[in-house]
């Protein structure tokens, strides 16, 4: 049989192909923009017939049907390895739950420990030696699809066609079922900076040189320094990220990136998946000059600081005054994930001439109106350490930038208030005296 026949003898419909589904099953779904849309749809169809099938997803950009027929998670249980704001809503309605992970880790919980009965992803269409690239959503997809049991794939001829550099794609041998459809791409629109964005934006690009390596994190303030890279005068900047998006391509259209002084995948945008807007995508198409790999590769740390120059660019939700940074939840309520945030943390801090910024805005509106400090003396109770105290690096708010590195907890007191909000410094300051974590001496700048 040639690729043609093999593709024809296994395209079938969507309900046939999630007939394979049973109950008890462990479903992959595939990771961010990679999420599957008719197929889901069909699953959702049969909830009737199934119990206890547990999906595993990433970052829904869209309403996924099995949680929106089964309200009750009677049918259909939805884990997850990092919320988006949908995520978020539907595990405070207590049908979608977190997972765990440090995301460079990913592919190895499915080679090590993970079983995986049905396996459902986007793909582009086959190309003429039988391979479908999975689009941008590389991530830990092959690591998943080698423990899959019965593979679908859903293709899309909308989704771009990224070249990589490792596992970007699937061959039809490997492949069990096949279902055409034709949907766009979720628009992922970038958050407008914020002036707080610019101010702390404006206190990271003195740390910038030209051929810095840039890794830019989920998130508003992340995306306005890119915006803030791009009207800048660097030159031969390079792109090692997890994330691409708009920001990035940003940057090249203005001139700034070239890749030439990196160390690994000279001249290459190197990245593990893309959200973003259709520019995103249509710049990722067949793009030579962009290289999307797998998450143990983009992520390993140790790989990222091969490169010199790494320049990290992560937000968080709140710091405490030991410089437990907390990203991912506000006191038990799940927010979104560790992420990379980890990954890139360590490996910008190892490369020769990197340095790592968690950024966040002073002060934090409540829903009920109230103005909160995010630098307290202890994280929120219940809060998540997203990145342990002594990997920080820089942390930066709008009132400054400071150094944690190689500081003792006084000093990290002290450092911190000096960029906290100036209305709550007083309070920090007492309460760091009774913590044990103030001298009688110190003096904020
Ligand atoms: C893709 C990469 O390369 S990323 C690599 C690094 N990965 C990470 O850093 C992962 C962890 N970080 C993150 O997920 C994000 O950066 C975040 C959550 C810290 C910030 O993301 P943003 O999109 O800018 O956050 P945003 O301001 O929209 O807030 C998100 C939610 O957190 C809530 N929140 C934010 N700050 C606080 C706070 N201090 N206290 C309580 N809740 C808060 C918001 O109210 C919002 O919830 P809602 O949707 O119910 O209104
Ligand atoms: C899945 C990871 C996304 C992030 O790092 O924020």
């Not at 990913?106 to 582009?124: G, K, Q, T």
């Not at 989704?159 to 992922?188: F, K, N, Y």
């Not at 966040?360 to 995010?374: D, H, M, P, Q, V």
Request: aromatic content about 8%; glycine content about 8%; proline content about 5%.
């Amino acid at each position: 049989m040639n690729i043609l026949e093999e593709y024809q003898s296994k395209l079938t419909s969507p309900e046939k192909a999630v007939s394979v589904v049973k109950s008890g099953d462990w479903v992959d779904y595939g990771s961010f923009t990679g999420q599957p849309v008719v197929l889901d749809k069909a699953l959702a169809a049969r909830k009737d017939e199934l119990e206890d099938v547990k999906i595993r997803a990433v970052t829904a950009v869209r309403m996924p049907e099995v949680v929106k027929v089964d309200p009750e998670a009677r049918h259909f249980v939805y884990n997850n390895w990092h919320f988006s704001g949908l995520d978020r809503k539907l595990h405070d309605q207590g049908v979608c739950w977190y997972s765990p992970i440090l995301y460079n880790e990913l592919p190895s919980y499915y080679r090590r420990f993970l079983d995986v009965d049905v396996a459902m992803i986007p793909v582009a269409p086959m190309d003429e030696k039988g391979f479908f690239n999975f689009g941008p959503q590389v991530s830990h997809t092959k690591a998943m699809l080698e423990k899959a049991k019965i593979i679908i794939l859903e293709v899309n001829p909308k989704i771009p066609r990224c070249l990589g550099g490792l596992e970007e794609a699937i061959h039809i041998s490997a492949v069990d079922h096949i279902v055409e459809t034709e949907w766009e791409l979720p628009q992922i629109q970038p958050v407008p900076p914020t002036e707080l964005d610019n101010r702390i934006a404006g206190f990271i690009m003195p740390e910038l040189v030209d051929g810095s390596c840039i890794q830019l994190g989920i998130g508003g303030m992340p995306n306005a320094m890119g915006k803030i890279i791009a009207q800048s005068d660097l030159k031969d900047l390079g792109v090692h990220t997890e994330m691409m998006t708009e920001a990035f391509v940003e940057m090249v259209e203005a001139g700034r990136v070239t890749g030439a002084r990196k160390q690994i995948d000279r001249y290459k945008l190197t990245y593990t998946f893309s959200m973003g807007t259709q520019k995103t995508y249509d710049f990722l198409h067949n793009n030579p000059s962009c290289a999307i790999y797998p998450v143990d590769y983009v992520n390993n740390p140790w790989i990222i600081a091969k490169n010199d120059h790494v320049i990290a660019i992560n937000n968080c939700v709140e710091v405490d005054l030991f410089g437990q940074v907390c990203s991912e939840s506000s006191g038990t309520r799940q927010i979104s994930g560790t992420g990379g945030q980890v990954d890139f943390t360590l490996g910008a801090y190892h490369s020769q001439g990197g340095k790592s910024f968690i950024c966040l805005e002073s002060t934090y509106k409540a829903k009920n109106g109230e103005i909160r400090s995010r630098i307290n003396p202890i994280l929120t109770p219940g809060a998540i350490v997203t990145t342990h105290r002594a990997m920080v690096n820089y942390v930066v708010t709008e009132h400054g930038i400071v150094n944690l590195k190689g500081k003792s907890t006084w000093e990290r007191a002290e450092a911190l208030i000096s960029i906290a909000h100036p209305n709550f410094r007083d309070d920090l300051i007492k309460d760091a005296e009774k913590m044990g974590i103030w001298r009688r001496t110190a003096k904020l700048a």
